[in-house]
C-alpha cells in the first residue's frame, strides 16, 4: 500500500479539475452532437410506454370474491 | 419463477396482444400468455401513502419543535432523535415505496412479463415495511450510527442489504425473462438506482459492532466525513433522483399519451447524469477540514451537473409538445409538470450551492433545507401524487372517486410548498448574513448566537403553516385512495397477456439502422447503444464502471495520500469516560443542531474559536461535523464554560440563555451511567486502530472511567451543583464537551489527570 500511496502522491492533484473539465466536454460535445443528426431508428423504442396496456383478454379473478359494497356517489 | 405464465402458440396475430403492430414475428417466435402481477403494486401504492402521511407528521412536529421547544416532552420525542425520523421515513419509506409501485408496475409493463418472483417480490414488500417499522422504533429510542440518511445500527443495515439483494434479483430476473428486446430508458435508471444503493449502502455503513444496537464506523474524521457525504449526496441523487426520472420517462408519456420528447436526449441525459453524479459528493464539505482538490473536483462536477440535468427536465417537459391543453383538465399532469419543474429548480440551485462562494454563506444555514424541500416536496412528493393519481383506477380498477379533489390536493399542497420554502429560504438567507456581520467596529455585529435564532422565528412558523398545507393535502390525497378503493369491483380482473418469446435472432432492419453499415457509421449512429439496451448485463456493467470510476478517483486519494490528514501530535484518543459521553451525546442527536467544524473565516473564527484542523478528528469514529446550526458550533467547546454551567444548561438551557430553543435534558441528572458497556466500546474502537493504551486491559477502562467520573462530579458539587453525580449520564456528556477541541492547545502530550488519556 505504501507504494500505491507513494505513487499517487507524488504524481499531484492538481490536474484532476482540468481532466475533469476535459472529460465532460468531449463526452457532453460529442454526444451532443450526435443529437443534432435526424434519425427514424429510436421511433419504435420511445413509443415503448404507449404499447404496453393492450391485453389480450380479461379473465382470472386475482382474489377471492366478496360481495360488492355500494358504490359511492358518483362525483365529477 | 410465477405459475401464471404460458405457451399458446396457436393464437393468431389478431389477437390483442402486446407486441409491437407492424413488426413481423420472428422466425421460431410463439405467443405466450402471462399476466402482471398488480397486487404487489396495490400494496407498495397503500405503503407510500401510510409512510408518507407519517413521515410528513413527524416533519411538522419537529418543525413546531422549533418554534415551541417545550413540545420536546420526552426524550423520545425530542429534535435530536425525531429529525432522523422525519428523514428517513419520508427518503426511504415514502419515497421509496413510490418508487417500489411505480418500478413494479412499469417494469412488468416495459418487459412484456410477470415478475421474476411472486416471492421475491412479497418479501421485498414485507422486509422493506419491517425496516421502516424498526427504524421507527430505534431512532426514537436514541440508536443511531449519527451518518446523515444512514442513522440505521448495524443489524437493520443488514437487512436493508438482504432485501435489496432480494429486490435486485427480481429485478435482473425479470429483465432477463423478457419478451421486449430494448430496454426502455426507464429501465436503466432503474438498474443504475439498484447497483448504486447498493454499493453506497454497503461502503458507507462498514462498521465495528461494540454491542446489539451500537457500532463504530471503520472509518475516521476526514475519511468518515468524505464517504458520509459521497454516500450522502448520491443517496439523494440515486435514491431521489434516478428512481423518480425512471418513473417519469414512464408516467409522462403515459399520461401525456405521446412519447418523450428525444429519445437520444435520454441517452446523454442516462450516462452523463450517472458519470457525474456520484463525484460530487464533497461539494458538502467545503471551507472545512477535507483537502481542497477533494472539494474543488465537487465543486466542478456539481456544476457540470446542471446541463444533464435540464437535459432530462427539458426532455420532460418537452414530452407534453401538443398536449399542454390536458394539463388543464388532468391533475396528473399538472403534478407531473410542477415535479419535473421543481426537479429544474432544484438542479439549478445544486450546483449553483456548489459553488465556494455561495456555500460560504448557505452551508449550516436553512437554506439547505429549502433546497432539499423544493426537491422532496416538489420532485419527489409530485411525482409521486402524479403517478398515483394515474395508477388509481388502473390498479382499482374503478373510476377515480374525485376529480375535484385531486385538483384541490394539488392547489393546497402547490401553495404549502410556497409558503414552506420561501419561509426557510429567508431563514436561511438571513442566518448566513447575520453569522458573517461586522458591525463598523470590526466586531460581529450579532455576537450572541441567540439573536440569529430569535430572528427566525417568525419564518419558522410559516414554514409549519407551508408544512400544514401540504398534510392537508396529503390527507385530501388519502381520502381519495380510500374512496376509490371501496368502489373497487368485487373480484379484481386479472388480464391475460400476450406477446412473443425472444429469440436468438434479432436484426435492426426496421429500425432505421442500415444492416450494411459499417463500423464507424454504426458508432455515430449510436447503433453501439441500441446494441446495449438488449444486453442487460454489459447494460448493468457499463453502469457499475461509471460509478466506480469516479468513486475511486476521489476515495482512494483521499485513503492514500497521508498529507491529506496531517497528525497533530497533542491529539489523543478519548478517555473512556469522554468516549461513553460521546455515545450519549450521538445518541440525543446533538449533531443535529450543533455542527462541530469552524471553517477558515474570520466571522467564524471570532465567533467559535481557531478552525478546525484534519489532524483533530483522525480518533473520531464517527465523525460530528454535523451540517447545521440551529445552536452554535461546538468544536473548540471544550474548556469555554465550568462544568456546572453544562449541568445546568443540559438541565435547563432556558435558564442559561432565556430564548434557548435547545431541548431540556433533565433525565440526564437522574439517569444512571451504564459503566457496564464502556470496556465493550473501548475495545471496539482498539479494533479500529485507536492507540487506547492501558484502557484496553479487561476492567481497566471501566475503573479509569469511574475515576474521571468521581473528579468532575467533586468538582460540580464544589461549584455549588447537586451532589452525587458520578454515577450519572451528565458526568459524562460533560467530560465529552469539555474534551472538545482542547487537544491542539496542548504544547505536548495531553496531562496525566486522572482517568484521563490513557
Redesign the interface.
Known amino acids: 500500500?505504501k507504494s500505491?500511496?507513494d505513487v499517487?502522491?507524488a504524481s499531484g492533484?492538481?490536474f484532476?479539475?482540468e481532466i475533469?473539465?476535459a472529460i465532460?466536454f468531449v463526452?457532453?460535445v460529442v454526444?451532443?452532437l450526435?443529437?443534432l443528426?435526424p434519425?427514424?431508428?429510436?421511433?419504435?423504442?420511445?413509443?415503448?410506454?404507449?404499447?404496453?396496456?393492450?391485453?389480450?383478454?380479461?379473465?382470472?379473478?386475482?382474489?377471492?370474491?366478496?360481495?360488492?359494497?355500494p358504490?359511492?356517489p358518483?362525483?365529477? | 419463477m410465477t405459475s401464471n405464465e404460458g405457451t399458446s402458440p396457436a393464437v393468431g396475430r389478431d389477437a390483442l396482444t402486446t407486441f409491437t403492430p407492424g413488426v413481423p414475428l420472428a422466425a421460431g417466435a410463439e405467443l405466450e400468455s402471462f399476466s402482471y402481477d398488480d397486487a404487489i403494486v396495490r400494496k407498495f401504492l397503500i405503503a407510500t401513502f401510510t409512510w408518507g402521511l407519517v413521515g410528513m407528521l413527524v416533519g411538522l412536529f419537529i418543525a413546531l419543535e422549533l418554534a415551541v421547544p417545550s413540545l420536546n416532552i420526552a426524550p423520545w420525542l425530542s429534535f435530536g432523535r425525531l429529525r432522523p425520523l422525519h428523514t428517513n421515513a419520508v427518503i426511504f419509506a415514502f419515497a421509496g415505496n413510490a418508487f417500489f409501485t411505480g418500478c413494479y408496475y412499469s417494469l412488468q409493463r416495459l418487459c412484456k412479463a410477470r415478475m421474476f418472483s411472486d416471492g421475491l417480490s412479497k418479501f421485498h414488500f414485507w422486509g422493506w415495511q419491517s425496516i421502516i417499522v424498526a427504524a421507527a422504533i430505534t431512532l426514537p429510542l436514541g440508536f443511531t450510527q449519527a451518518k446523515e440518511y444512514a442513522e440505521l445500527e448495524w443489524p437493520i443495515d443488514i437487512a436493508i442489504a438482504v432485501v435489496w439483494v432480494a429486490f435486485a434479483i427480481n429485478l435482473f430476473g425479470t429483465i432477463a425473462k423478457r419478451r421486449e428486446r430494448h430496454l426502455y430508458v426507464a429501465i436503466w435508471f432503474y438498474i443504475a438506482s439498484v447497483v448504486t444503493v447498493a454499493i453506497l449502502h454497503i461502503f458507507n455503513n462498514l462498521s465495528i459492532p461494540a454491542g446489539p444496537l451500537k457500532s463504530y464506523s471503520i472509518y475516521a474524521g476526514v475519511q468518515d466525513a468524505f464517504m458520509q457525504w459521497w454516500y450522502g449526496h448520491n443517496a439523494v441523487a440515486f435514491f431521489l433522483t434516478t428512481p423518480f426520472l425512471g418513473l417519469m420517462y414512464y408516467f409522462m408519456p403515459k399520461a401525456a399519451e405521446r412519447p418523450v420528447y428525444s429519445y437520444k436526449l435520454s441517452i446523454l441525459h442516462f450516462w452523463s447524469l450517472v458519470f457525474m453524479y456520484i463525484w460530487a459528493g464533497p461539494h458538502h464539505l467545503h471551507y472545512t477540514a477535507l483537502p481542497e482538490w477533494a472539494s474543488t473536483l465537487g465543486m466542478l462536477f456539481s456544476v457540470m451537473l446542471w446541463m444533464p440535468s435540464w437535459g432530462g427536465m427539458i426532455n420532460g417537459l418537452l414530452t407534453l409538445r401538443g398536449a399542454w391543453h390536458k394539463v388543464v383538465e388532468e391533475p396528473v399532469l399538472k403534478f407531473f409538470v410542477v415535479a419535473v419543474t421543481a426537479y429544474g429548480m432544484a438542479t439549478f440551485e445544486g450546483p449553483m450551492l456548489s459553488v465556494k462562494s455561495v456555500n460560504a454563506l448557505a452551508h449550516y444555514t436553512d437554506w439547505i433545507i429549502a433546497h432539499v424541500h423544493t426537491g422532496a416536496l416538489g420532485w419527489n412528493g409530485f411525482m409521486t401524487f402524479g403517478m398515483i393519481y394515474w395508477l388509481l383506477p388502473r390498479l382499482f380498477q374503478t373510476r377515480l372517486y374525485s376529480k375535484k379533489l385531486a385538483e384541490l390536493h394539488f392547489w393546497v399542497a402547490s401553495f404549502g410548498i410556497l409558503l414552506y420554502v420561501v419561509a426557510i429560504y429567508s431563514a436561511g438567507v438571513t442566518q448566513g448574513l447575520m453569522w458573517r456581520a461586522f458591525d463598523s467596529t470590526g466586531r460581529l455585529a450579532y455576537p450572541d448566537f441567540i439573536e440569529t435564532v430569535v430572528k427566525l422565528m417568525p419564518m419558522y412558523w410559516m414554514r409549519a403553516l407551508g408544512g400544514t398545507l401540504y398534510i392537508v393535502g396529503m390527507v385530501i390525497f388519502g381520502w381519495n385512495i380510500l374512496m376509490t378503493w371501496r368502489s373497487r369491483p368485487a373480484v379484481y380482473e386479472e388480464a391475460v397477456v400476450q406477446a412473443p418469446r425472444l429469440v436468438k435472432a434479432y436484426s435492426d432492419a426496421g429500425h432505421g439502422v442500415p444492416e450494411t453499415a459499417g463500423g464507424w457509421s454504426r458508432f455515430i449512429g449510436m447503433a453501439w447503444h441500441r446494441s446495449w439496451e438488449r444486453r442487460w448485463l454489459l447494460f448493468t456493467v457499463a453502469t457499475v464502471i461509471a460509478v466506480a470510476v469516479a468513486s475511486l478517483f476521489e476515495i482512494i486519494p483521499t485513503f492514500l495520500i497521508r498529507s491529506n490528514v496531517p497528525t497533530i501530535a497533542s491529539v489523543k484518543p478519548y478517555t473512556p469516560l469522554e468516549l461513553v459521553g460521546r455515545d450519549i451525546y450521538i445518541r440525543e442527536g446533538c449533531f443535529n443542531c450543533h455542527s462541530q467544524m469552524i471553517r477558515p473565516f474570520r466571522h467564524e473564527t471570532e465567533r467559535f474559536g481557531e478552525y478546525s484542523k484534519p489532524g483533530e478528528f483522525v480518533y473520531d469514529h464517527p465523525f460530528l461535523w454535523g451540517s447545521r446550526r440551529i445552536g452554535p458550533d461546538l468544536a473548540r467547546e471544550g474548556g469555554k464554560y465550568p462544568d456546572l454551567w453544562h449541568v445546568r444548561h443540559m438541565q435547563d438551557p432556558r435558564s442559561i440563555t432565556a430564548k434557548s430553543i435547545m431541548p431540556s435534558y433533565p433525565q440526564l441528572l437522574t439517569a444512571d451511567l451504564d459503566y457496564g458497556v464502556i470496556q465493550s466500546r473501548v475495545d471496539a474502537m482498539a479494533m479500529l486502530g485507536v492507540p487506547c493504551g492501558d484502557a484496553v486491559k479487561q476492567g481497566a477502562a471501566r475503573t479509569m472511567a469511574e475515576s474521571q467520573a468521581k473528579t468532575i462530579a467533586a468538582g460540580i458539587a464544589q461549584q455549588g451543583g447537586p451532589a452525587g453525580l458520578e454515577r450519572k449520564e451528565i458526568v459524562a456528556l460533560t467530560a465529552y464537551l469539555q474534551r472538545l477541541g482542547t487537544d491542539i492547545k496542548r504544547l505536548g502530550p495531553s496531562p496525566a489527570a486522572a482517568g484521563s488519556a490513557p
Not at chain 1, 421511433?43 to 359494497?69: K, M, N, Q
Open positions: 500500500m500505491i500511496a499517487v502522491g492533484l492538481a484532476y479539475a475533469a473539465l465532460f463526452v457532453f454526444i451532443g450526435r443529437l443528426v434519425s427514424q431508428q429510436w421511433e419504435h423504442v420511445a413509443h415503448l410506454p404507449l404499447e404496453d396496456d393492450t391485453p389480450a383478454r380479461v379473465s382470472r379473478p386475482s382474489r377471492p370474491a366478496r360481495p360488492t359494497p358504490s359511492p358518483a362525483l365529477p
